[in-house]
């Protein structure tokens, strides 16, 4: 039998402990076996799941409180780990739509709004990942690819967050670039 206070300490650390065998175990699949961060994200999802299942299992057993009250505390602690995961992979994926986003507004900012793929790579340095996210800009109509070079479709979408971010950066940011 655990002690109440203890109970309630191991249900408080385990989520951000689940946390981290997530985040262990996207870094691995993500640079090993698997390029696609959606798949890696899940798989690693469902492992920091399983490993808070191992250690809920455990703890519901050697609980000395009445039922509901560790089922609320288990409860929560799955909870809890759910937005943990939530939030990775809202800032995991941020990261590829920033980029998205980044070229969009380099596009915009362009003469003509218009620039070559090859003056993106040079300016962003992404190489094969912004060829990437160029071909998912080109397949949701954001912007289109004419004699070598990328122009803006007109579309609201991702225009409208690249106009929205820049804003924000200009009053929140000043002199932080463009």
């Known amino acids: 039998m655990l002690a109440p206070d203890r ?17 262990a175990v996207f870094v691995v699949i993500s640079h090993t076996l698997c390029r696609n961060h959606l798949l890696a994200l899940i798989v ?5 799941l399983a490993a808070l299942a191992g250690l809920a299992a455990p703890l519901w057993q050697a609980s000395p409180l009445p039922g ?7 409860a929560l602690a799955a909870l809890s780990y759910g937005a943990l995961g939530y939030g990775y992979f809202t800032l995991v994926n941020l990261t590829a739509t920033s980029l998205r986003i980044r ?3 380099h596009i915009l900012n362009a ?3 218009s620039v070559t793929p090859e003056s993106l790579r040079a300016a962003y340095g992404a ?3 912004l060829d990437v996210r160029l071909e998912r800009l080109v397949q949701w109509g954001q912007i289109t690819r004419r004699e070598g070079r ?5 579309q609201p979408g991702f225009l409208l967050l690249a106009r929205a971010v820049g804003f924000l950066r200009r009053y929140l940011l000043p002199g932080q670039g463009p």
């Not at 990328?150 to 007109?154: D, E, N, P, S």
């Open 68 to 74: 509901l009250e560790t089922e609320s505390g288990l």
């Open 44 to 48: 690693s999802f469902a492992v920091g």
């Open 127 to 129: 190489g094969d990942l």
């Open 150 to 154: 990328v122009f803006v479709t007109g």
């Open 111 to 113: 003469p003509g709004q």
């Open 7 to 23: 109970l309630a300490l191991c249900l408080l650390l385990a989520p951000p402990a689940c946390m981290a065998v997530n985040v």
């Open 103 to 105: 070229a969009l507004r």
